[in-house]
């Protein structure tokens, strides 16, 4: 094997290898049908490089960095800082480009900040490939993958280098990422000669960057990386761009309109102070700068992405990967999730607890994947395979229609475990618990071919070679799948030995069996056979075995019946929803009685009678009574994935916002309908995975309401911020309008510089710590908001502006009056001189400083007392408030600031008359909140007692 790792891969057999016949693949790739060896897997690795895409490098972060000094608002700024310099106020000039280049840096820091997160999380979603090493199966990292590699391919997977097919079973793949064609193309592994078909159309050849769209194969790698057709066209398909969320649109029109506004306002008043007698052009100017400074919220929109990135961070935490940005604060919105069953709502950790022949059933003992743990029991008493035929075939038709691997205890995990589909997993426990011998039968009765399950036929079937009781080499198939679309396949059923036609009473026993088991939540497979003797069924080629040619005429053998019991945190999930009115539907291909007792354990469905309906149901329903049921109380069982699309729809003409989970292929066209697509992280499929905006690491249910409950707090927390930002913009304000309409008698309570120095440092760090709130007790007890809510509601102005914003401008004017009154107004003149007057505008600024302190904690909840939280819950947020403390006293007492600051020192007295409004402004607040709570009961209780009446 030395030659390829030394020489590399032969340019000629790369582009010839089409051509080939299979065992010249293997050998000119030098490899061998059980794999590389994992030495030389190693070396390769090293020769090759590792299967990445180089990454094209996006937008240079030196024209990133500039971008956020020539929007509307910074140009804005550069011009007000000119006219500043015409207006021979360079102090201001500078001071005004100086708030631009610390707003755009900041606002690069915070852009960049969001950026590393996404980044972060797009590497907590590697991709993984099945390869054969060493004869035996592994999972490994795709970027692993080496030329010679032999990989196993399964449908919904995502392919992670080039490869020839030396095996396959009706094997689609879907190519469009690479060639643009939609629907899936056909792959065979036989030798192509024909030269007219270019690189892509090559039916042996699988390329990476395409899915697996049905079927399964097998194929060694010859191209990694750069060398992949994908890898040759990277640049064009990287070029994907984040767009951008519903909110940071809206916060950007906001963001433009106030900026139109408080311009407008600048000039107003620039026009209106000029006109006033003795009106001093300089003065007015300072007056429009001060206005539109205070009003336009600079730091509010790299904030909020700051804030959605940490959002998405304390999600992934919490076991969901969300893929935009912008599906953070759709899931807030949430009103409706689809969830399928199996592994979301249960464990997928399955045990067979019954077994079911036409004439006695068996219960099998012992839970988990323990097959020395547990024994099958007839009529209370231990039986073995070998004591009885019947069962004896009906467990080896269930093993070998299998591709489940039991794997041992290890040091790592101390339990067994598997590998591959649970259900497939639970049959081989329960066979060996039979005394059956797996590996033996498995060499007896070698497979052929393989008819892979789809959810839309609802079962599988392999066909082997074994000896019938004549010892003649014969085929036979095993087909297990869903109980009823089995039975109607089958024309026999084998009972006491025999092989009996089915008749109606025969069928009535076996569907009152299964739903039986059903009715008590467990998962049932029937298990069939049939012997492939006739001429029609052996065709010369494997390949000609189709689900219509193979899956006739079948002797049902019995049933399999499986407990998959619930997940213990999902009962709570479930309970968190309905008290915050999203619903749940159950989507699932499983039966309906055992999906409808689930749902009924878990707390899904409470009525008596709930509306279960079939896929077959669905497609008789038209769209009006699909609707009028979706109105009720309703379940959808065994219904294909592509099915779900149709439900999806329909909830959202309705006007919801649907979560819809999925795992499979088909289930991807549902995930991108949705306006929450829901992968399984572990068990679905990379397809799926690609489909989704949020991906589940634990495929756990309550993984998804969680992330709904971080959405809503993200929300809630933009929300917050928002009004503290914009409450400081009102007392920034009051002090210019006080100037104004005293006509100038009172001297400007407040600097432009000094409100520069609010708004760009001392609120920006506590302003992020609200961004870090956890999400607020009982905020999973208010029905999800509308998605047409706007942010900035006319609550949340009224509350900013008129609220907090009146109280802080009140208190730090009469900050402004008090040192006056101290140095002997109304006596004296307004602050006269030079250090009164610092004195005097340092006190309305600290004033402001200090309401916001209380703000921020006030800004912490909507509803709920501060006090129940605690003040000492979110340490970003005590940073922010000790930063915004820290820069107040160096502005106040570093003597170099104090010019450009207009600031002075100031005393015990003044600090004493300051601090006291940080509790005044918190009990206040909680005054109003108190005030609310007490109408939300009473709204509340009214609300019952008329809920009660009309009932
Ligand atoms: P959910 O949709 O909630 O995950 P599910 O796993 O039952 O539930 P599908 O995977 O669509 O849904 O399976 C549909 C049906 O196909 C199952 O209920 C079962 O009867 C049958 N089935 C599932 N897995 C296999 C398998 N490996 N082999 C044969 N039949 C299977």
């Known amino acids: 094997m030395e030659t390829l ?229 990277a640049g064009m398909t990287q070029s994907q761009k984040e767009v951008q969320s519903p909110l940071q649109k809206e916060l950007k029109r906001v963001t433009r309109t106030v900026s139109v506004m408080a311009v407008s306002i600048g000039v107003f008043f620039f026009i209106a102070s000029i006109l006033l007698p003795n009106a001093n052009v300089a003065e007015s100017f300072i007056f429009a700068m001060g206005m539109i400074i205070a009003f336009v919220p600079e730091g509010l929109l790299p904030t909020v992405t700051l804030s959605l990135a940490m959002g998405v961070q304390r999600m992934a935490k919490r076991n969901a990967l969300i893929k935009r940005l912008s599906a953070v604060e759709t899931l807030g919105c949430t009103t409706i999730i689809c969830t399928d069953k199996t592994g979301t709502l249960t464990q997928n950790e399955m045990t067979v607890s019954d ?54 205890p290890t040091d790592d995990a101390p339990r067994w475990t598997v590998l591959g589909d649970p259900t497939e997993a639970a049959m081989l426990v329960a066979a060996q618990k039979s005394g059956l011998d797996l590996p033996k039968e498995a060499l007896l009765t070698p497979r052929l071919r393989e008819l892979p399950f789809e959810a839309r036929r609802k079962r599988m079937s392999t066909i082997h070679q074994i ?87 079948l002797t049902f053998l019995g049933l399999v019946a499986m407990a998959d019991p619930p997940r213990p945190e999902v009962a709570a999930a479930v309970e968190k929803c309905h008290h915050s009115s999203i619903r749940i539907i159950m989507i699932t291909g499983d039966y309906g009685l055992t999906a409808e007792s689930i749902a009924r354990r878990i707390g899904i469905i409470g009525g008596d009678h709930p509306r279960i309906l079939t896929g077959i149901d669905l497609e008789e329903l038209d769209d009006a009574t699909l609707k009028e049921a979706l109105g009720d109380e309703v379940i959808f069982a065994r219904v294909a994935p592509e099915q779900k699309l149709r439900v999806v729809t329909a909830l959202q003409e309705m006007g919801h916002v649907v979560a819809v989970t999925g795992d499979g292929v088909n289930d991807a066209p549902a995930l991108k309908k949705a306006d929450i697509g829901v992968a399984m992280g572990i068990s679905g499929t990379d397809v799926a995975k690609e489909a989704a905006d949020m991906i589940l690491t634990d495929d756990n249910f ?36 006080l100037f104004l309409f005293s006509r100038g008698s009172i001297p400007l309570p407040l600097t432009i510089m000094q409100i520069l120095a609010m708004d760009l440092g001392t609120d920006m760090v506590p302003a992020i710590g609200l961004g870090a709130e956890l999400p607020e007790a009982g905020i999973m007890d208010h029905p999800p908001r509308s998605q047409k809510e706007p942010l900035l509601s006319r609550q949340l102005l009224l509350l900013a502006f008129f609220w907090y914003g009146m109280l802080e401008s009140v208190i730090s004017i009469s900050a402004y009056f008090f040192l006056n009154w101290q140095y002997g107004w109304p006596g004296v003149p307004l602050a006269d001189s030079g250090t009164i007057y610092r004195m005097a505008t340092t006190m309305t600024l600290t004033a402001i400083v200090i309401c916001q302190v209380g703000v921020v904690f006030n800004a912490r909840t909507h509803r709920a007392s501060v006090f129940s939280i605690g003040f000492f819950t979110n340490r970003l947020l005590l940073i922010g408030i000790a930063v915004e403390l820290i820069l107040i006293c160096i502005l106040m007492y570093v003597p170099i600031f104090h010019d450009l600051f207009n600031t002075a020192p100031l005393g015990l007295s003044q600090w004493a008359y300051l601090i006291i409004w940080a509790p005044v402004i918190i009990l206040l607040d909680e005054l109003r909140k108190a005030f609310l709570r007490g109408w939300d009961k009473r709204a509340d209780r009214k609300k019952n007692s008329s809920e009660e009446v009309s009932k």
Not at 498 to 522: F, M
């Open 5 to 233: 790792t030394t020489q590399k891969i032969n340019r000629e057999t790369e582009k010839t290898i089409h051509q080939l016949p299979v065992n010249q693949v293997y050998s000119d790739l030098e490899t061998a049908i059980s794999g590389l060896p994992k030495t030389e897997a190693a070396l390769r690795l090293k020769a090759y490089g590792s299967n990445t895409i180089q990454e094209v490098k996006g937008k240079p972060l030196i024209w990133k960095f500039l971008s956020n000094f020539t929007h509307l608002m910074a140009i804005l700024l550069w011009i007000g800082g000119i006219i500043g310099f015409i207006a021979q106020l360079p102090q201001l000039g500078i001071a005004i480009w100086l708030v631009n280049i610390i707003n755009g840096v900041f606002s690069f820091m915070q852009e960049f900040r969001a950026e590393k997160a996404t980044e972060a999380l797009r590497k907590m979603l590697p991709s993984y490939a099945r390869v054969l090493r060493d004869g035996e199966e592994q999972r490994i990292l795709a970027e692993e993958l080496v030329p010679g590699d032999v990989i196993l391919l399964a449908e919904g997977d995502r392919i992670s280098a080039d490869a020839r097919l030396v095996e396959d079973a009706d094997l689609r793949c879907d190519q469009s990422t690479l060639t643009g064609e939609s629907h899936a193309v056909k792959k065979t592994k036989d030798p192509v000669l024909r030269p007219d078909l270019a690189r892509a159309e090559e039916p042996n050849l699988v390329f990476a960057g395409t899915n697996v769209a049905a079927g399964s194969g097998k194929a060694i790698v010859f191209a990694t990386g750069m060398s992949t057709e994908f890898g040759k066209i």
């Open 702 to 737: 309550a993984s998804i309401v969680n992330a709904v409950e971080e959405g809503r707090a993200v929300y809630n927390n933009i929300r917050k911020f928002a009004v503290y930002i914009f409450n400081s913009n009102m007392s920034e304000a009051a002090p210019f309008i």
């Open 355 to 408: 077994l079911w022949l036409a004439n006695q059933p068996f219960k099998v003992t012992g839970v988990g994947y323990d097959s020395a743990q547990g024994e099958i029991l007839a009529d209370n008493h231990p039986v073995t395979q070998a004591q009885n035929q019947d069962l004896r075939q009906l467990l080896v038709a269930a093993s070998l229609c299998n591709n489940a691997r039991l794997i041992p």
């Open 467 to 553: 000896k019938d009781p004549d010892s003649q080499t014969v085929r036979i198939a095993y087909v297990k799948g869903a109980p009823k679309e089995v039975l109607d396949l089958c024309t026999h059923v084998r009972r006491g030995g025999q092989d009996a036609p089915v008749t109606e009473a025969l069928r009535t026993e076996i569907i009152s069996a299964n739903d039986g088991y059903a009715r008590s939540g467990l998962r049932v497979l029937a298990v069939a056979l049939r012997w492939l003797t006739e001429e029609a069924t052996l065709p010369a080629s494997m390949s000609a075995y189709t689900p219509e040619l193979v899956e006739q005429n």
